[in-house]
């Protein structure tokens, strides 16, 4: 196999898995605030920001592909595709799997925001803990980015 096909299945994997992983969060926030909003509909700037966290882990796919694109050229190197493999399915998996859980963590709140409880901050400090491995995967990746240049 080529190095630059290896380069650009990992470029697809990153930004698919992500925006698959931000996709289904997003919806799952959304989703939750749609049945908050029978309850308090005051509160839909809450919701709406609960609900729109899930997505930044689909933008952290679309910048590691900006971070990696200079080396999507036919002169790569077999170790060069490898590795941008590795960091593609790398941050690919862990975005996918953050954006979920988050969106997870998300919906519970909006529900909770929708009972009347006043859990607004506790849910953004606690949404940000599935985010926290997705940055970490992106920095990752722009470790390898530079170990490769």
């Known amino acids: 196999m080529e190095p630059i096909v290896l380069a650009y299945i990992g470029a697809g994997l990153m930004i698919g898995l992500a925006g698959i992983g931000s996709a289904f969060g997003v919806s799952m926030g959304g989703s939750a605030a749609i049945g908050a909003l029978k309850k308090n509909q005051e509160a839909f700037g809450n919701y709406m920001v609960l609900s729109a966290l899930p997505g930044t882990q689909g933008l952290y796919g679309f910048m590691g592909y900006f971070i990696l694109s200079g080396f999507l050229t036919p002169e790569i190197t ?5 590795a941008i493999l590795g960091a ?3 941050l690919g998996m862990v975005a996918l799997f953050s954006a979920i859980r988050q969106g997870q963590v998300c919906a519970n709140g909006i529900a909770a925001i ?3 409880y006043n859990v607004f901050g506790n849910t953004m400090i606690l949404a940000v803990f599935p985010e926290l491995y997705a940055i970490i995967a992106f920095a990752a990746t722009f470790l390898i980015s530079t170990a490769i240049g």
């Open 114 to 116: 929708g009972s009347g």
């Open 78 to 82: 077999m170790i060069q595709g490898a």
């Open 88 to 90: 593609g399915l790398g």
